[in-house]
């Protein structure tokens, strides 16, 4: 190990866990905004009046089929201009829980499909009204469908918030990035910042198969 | 407010979009040949009995798809010069997504390995085939058609991944799109018709491979 | 003397494929009625008209006197509101062929369900009423298991003990063996014959000719729709009087018991 690296790792600590603090927060706007928004869009598509339905799916099939990149430039770009004052942090996190609400209803959207019409049957037949069948026998069966994709969705928030250096946000690449641009050192310091998000997503990888193996039902 | 929709200095400006969409493409089908290649041999690696073939495939693939795109974008183009290894942009990016697609693709082609039933192979070996030609003629054939689906959203994907190489100014679409937005200023038109072509494009992606789907399908 | 189970010109459609054509049934507390029939015939459509579980356009069900499903007001037919026939539906109980037990509850849980949400039980009064019934289809010491965990004739055990714990009045089966390993058969089709024996009155579509025989106090026979031919058991089938159910018959497992 280089120890010239290893003093201006020391000298760089404070801006670089600043960077990973900025990283966590909008990784955690990010998906705590789009898996709300995202249980909203997958009930739509699910049970929706066919109007409704229609509306979106347009939006999930349009933002599903635009780069993420592109959605932050346009969020950054675009929000300004029309009227709304939002600096390049909010834009960006802006950007990034729409990209996360599209997936995240899939995702519901998918593991309500999923589960066979006979448990709706066998719930009616025993005389549970529709609030009664979602609450206790759908939404237990959809969960354990759609936690570990959530978690997969999660992960790729965190390698998403990434982008957001290219508008500018301080997190954690755009903090590397500048610690490189006084030291020169791009090797160690990419290196170092790819370690950390490693570190972090395949902590994330772990944690989703603890849940996995937690909320799986014996057999 | 006061902004008016015009259109006209996107449209005057829409052959670069063109280009630059070409390029994404040419970017794409680059990085997916070579990912394809890597995403098969790195798969039956995977499943390899012997600890140096599967140890090293494993390492390679966690480690590629946990780290963020963009940090190995700036990590081959900036970091590696300081190896000796200077590569121009263009190669530089088809090279990072290619190692990138590589690591999704072998653990595509890895599920659809499994979903091979063994006694193919057990009646391949029976009838005295080698385990080469089994893997070419009966297991990857079969895996194919099994993985196309997974395949054809990885593709899109991929795809959509080749945006990033705007970070290092290669001229593809979303690099040719924010310029546009920066000389015309005309920011919601250039962003509204990049996102059409990304989304026209991935429509017809999605719809050619599903025919490509229906074509490979066995009669049944 | 009001019937259990009234059915007068049952129609129904799914789209333009008229699937029941007209069915008259009338039955009496205790009775228990086994329905034959080809697939096609409509015996599982008009089962599922009982609890609504499908729509029909045309006739009327009542069930202990109740209209089930659609009510008749200022001359125009209209369906009753969910809620209601939501209500409507803790009048009978059924068992589906594919089971349908709640995968993500034990037998207990399963069992316990509807008692708390629907009759508003207590937990413990819940509880040991399930327990009860659990023990009276054989499996109390199989109640903490996950349906996963059971074989399929205890599954169905289980999705009957759970039907049955609502106390309906009446218990519909819909092919409820059929799809069964062949040595699990007869676990099941024991419980129902339990039942029968206690009294409980119950409407059966199955494929079990042997079965109907043995359990019925009536059979109907039913044919593209309409209800081809019905009778006492022994009637049936030793002496079909039409053609179209001797040639089922014929077809079918059935051996006569000498």
Redesign the interface.
Known sequence: MDLAFLDQLWLARLPLLRGLGVTVVISALAIAAGTFAGVFVGLALTYGPRPLRWLVRGYT??VR??????LV??SF??LS???LQLNAFQAGVLALAVFCSSHVGEIVRGALQAI?A??S??????????R?TFI??LV??AI?QILPTWVNTA?EM??????L??IGVGEL?LAT?EV?SRTFM??PF??F??AL??AV??GI?RFGRYVDRKTT??? | MGYTLNFAAVWRNFDRLLEGLGLSLLLAVGAILIGCVLGLVVAFALRAKPLWLRGPAGIYVTAFRNTPILVLILFTYFALPQLGVRLGKIESFVFTLALYSGAYLAEVFRAGLISVPPGMREAGLAIGLSEMQIRTSIVIPIMLRNVLPSLSSTFISLFKDTSLAAAIAVPELTFEARKINVETFRVIETWIVASCLYVATCSVLAAGLRQVERRLAVPR | MTHLLEIRDLHKRFGDTEVLKGVDCEMAKGEVICVIGSSGSGKTTMLRCINMLEEFQGGSIRIDGQEIGYETVGGVRRRKKEAQIARQRALTGMAFQQFNLFPHMTALGNVTLGLVKVKKKAKDEARAAAERWLDRVGLLDRKDHYPGQLSGGQQQRVAIARAIAMNPKLMLFDEVTSALDPELVNEVLQVIKDLARDGMSMLIVTHEMRFAFEVSSRVIFMNQGRIGEAGNPREMFLNPKSERLAEFLKSSTFRQAN
């Open positions: 099939d349009f089929g635009t780069p993420v990149l592109v430039l346009a770009y675009v201009t029309i009227g066979p006979g448990q049957e066998a719930a009616k037949a025993i005389g549970l009204t529709f009664q206790y026998v237990p069966q354990r992960a965190v390698k998403a918030s990434t982008l250096s290219i690449l990035q490189i791009s090797l990419y290196f910042a790819g998000y490693f997503n395949y990888e039902v014996p057999s």
